[in-house]
């Protein structure tokens, strides 16, 4: 027999929602502790299996016939994925640019959820989309301090950001060439390919005159993207030398500092950035250096007048007799149409913290890699690739092979104790460590290394052995 709801669930919404948000969200939170309390590591051990079969005994049938009602269902999802999660607020998680985001900044994220502003209209989300207005030109002069009228897009992530950026210099410029850096991030190709542009090509963004070279030969337009902070080792193109290139020739310059962006906070390494201002475009993503949860991307441009071609009418969200008679229009501020008011948990990290608390967790971070830098440096069976720019550091063991190296990194992996990245640099496989929790301490760090000595593919530890 099937029980009859007496009545549908309640909202989250309107004068009610925190009434029956509140013992939900002190379900969640009791889900959230027991699980990383069961997991005791960064990540679930046992690698892809044991996962898996865990996970399909926690949610047994995904759409049973009679709901379990939201207390269960609540408690078993929430704590098995808290379990199950590679929790990058554990110090010995960090192989990619996965924030651990801050505690206020998820608070935040409930406050988003229940109130469910979609920033497509005006009348789905009066105050979201002025606090959004205000903070993204606020954000904007940041990055363009001497800019006339700059402003910014709320995004996804650096991938969307990246993606506006070639579509705004096609829109500008024509079938641009993309000329970018070895290690520019896999976006801008890809961005390209779905714009119908040629496919980019590598150019020799740290050589002024290779670079100025390559711009007096493109036959037509052309834009120059920069990375300030690669993905694989947080390096920064020199942007001084290519704005100056690039102003000479005429050339287009987006710079993607989706990872390095927010230097521009911390008063002792705002340096690393000069030059980020003479771009046109440029991409920032508060989910990497900016401790926000997923999603918290931003596209600042120097000029409003850039964003002229996203300008777009649907009669039903922002008709021109509506428009004239005073209500915003939004639509032309992405290319999605719902879309989540990201800009709360931003805004209130930012009033939080300010300028200064944010660039102290800027500087935490890359101090934190410094101190893994030295420990690596003097370390006799450890090499290190390079001084650590952002908060990215590469090292591997003296003399393994690219093959041990890599299965050094699944091995702890799979044993679920620590959890490092992997790039290519100068033809090698190297580990990666991304440091971005400001709680990590030289102790932590130890630890890493001392697992990393421990860590041989078969050194006979169950709990330690890949999968063939
Ligand atoms: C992470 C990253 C991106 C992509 O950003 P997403 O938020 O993952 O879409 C782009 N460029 C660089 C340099 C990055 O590090």
Redesign the pocket.
């Known amino acids: 027999m099937r029980a009859e709801p007496p009545s549908p669930p309640p909202l989250a919404g309107g004068t009610d929602g925190p009434a029956a948000l509140r013992p939900l969200v002190r379900t969640v939170l009791d889900a959230l502790g027991s699980g990383a309390r069961s997991r005791g590591g960064p990540l679930p051990p046992g690698g892809p299996e044991a996962v898996d079969s865990a996970l399909a005994r926690a949610l047994g049938d995904p759409l049973p016939e009679d709901g379990l009602g939201p207390d269960s269902a609540l408690r078993d999802l929430v704590e098995a994925l808290a379990h199950g999660s590679a929790d990058p607020a554990d110090p010995l998680c960090a192989a990619h640019?996965h924030t651990p985001p801050l505690a206020l900044a998820a608070a935040a994220e409930l406050a988003a959820a229940a109130l469910n502003p979609s920033m497509d209209s005006w009348d789905q989300a009066p105050a979201a989309s002025a606090l959004e207005a205000a903070v993204a030109r606020s954000l904007a002069r940041e990055v363009f301090p001497g800019g006339a009228a700059p402003d910014a897009l709320v995004t996804g992530?650096?991938?969307?950001s990246?993606q506006l950026a070639l579509l705004l210099a096609r829109e500008r410029r024509g079938a641009v060439q993309v000329l970018c850096g070895e290690d520019a991030?896999h976006?801008v190709h890809r961005a390209a390919w779905l714009l119908g542009l040629p496919a980019p090509r590598t150019a020799p963004l740290r050589d002024p005159a290779a670079l100025d070279r390559a711009l007096a030969a493109a036959p037509g337009p052309v834009l120059v993207a920069a990375?300030a902070?690669?993905?694989d080792s947080g390096r920064i193109d020199p942007l001084p030398g290519i704005a100056e290139t690039c102003a000479r020739h005429g050339a287009a310059l987006h710079v993607?500092a989706?990872?390095g962006g927010p230097l521009l906070f911390s008063d002792a390494r705002r340096h690393l950035l000069a030059g980020l201002d003479r771009a046109d475009t440029v991409?920032l993503?508060l989910?990497?250096l900016g401790w926000q949860p997923v999603a918290a991307?931003l596209l600042a441009v120097r000029d409003a007048a850039l964003l002229a071609p996203l300008g777009h009418t649907a009669h039903y969200l922002n008709a021109e007799d509506d428009t004239e008679a005073g209500l915003p229009d939004l639509l032309g501020r992405s290319l999605r149409t719902t879309r989540r008011p990201d800009v709360l948990k931003i805004a209130i990290t930012l009033r939080a913290l300010g300028r200064r608390g944010l660039g102290d967790l800027v500087d935490r971070v890359c101090s934190t890699a410094q101190d893994l830098a030295d420990l690596v440096e003097k370390h006799p069976a450890l090499d290190l690739h390079g001084r650590p720019v952002l908060s990215t550091v590469l090292f591997r063991p003296r003399g393994a092979s690219d093959e041990r190296t890599a299965a050094i990194r699944r091995t702890l992996l799979l044993s679920g104790r620590a959890v490092l990245g992997r790039a290519r640099a100068d033809g090698r496989v190297w580990l990666k460590a991304t440091l971005l929790n400001p709680h990590t301490t030289p102790d932590h760090l130890r630890t890493l290394i001392t697992l990393v000595e421990g860590s041989t593919p078969d050194d006979g530890d169950a709990r330690t052995r890949p999968r063939s």
Do not use: V
Request: proline share 0%; no cysteine.
């Open positions: 640019l992530g650096g991938t969307e990246n991030h976006s990375t902070g690669t993905t993607d989706a990872y991409t993503d989910h990497k991307g």
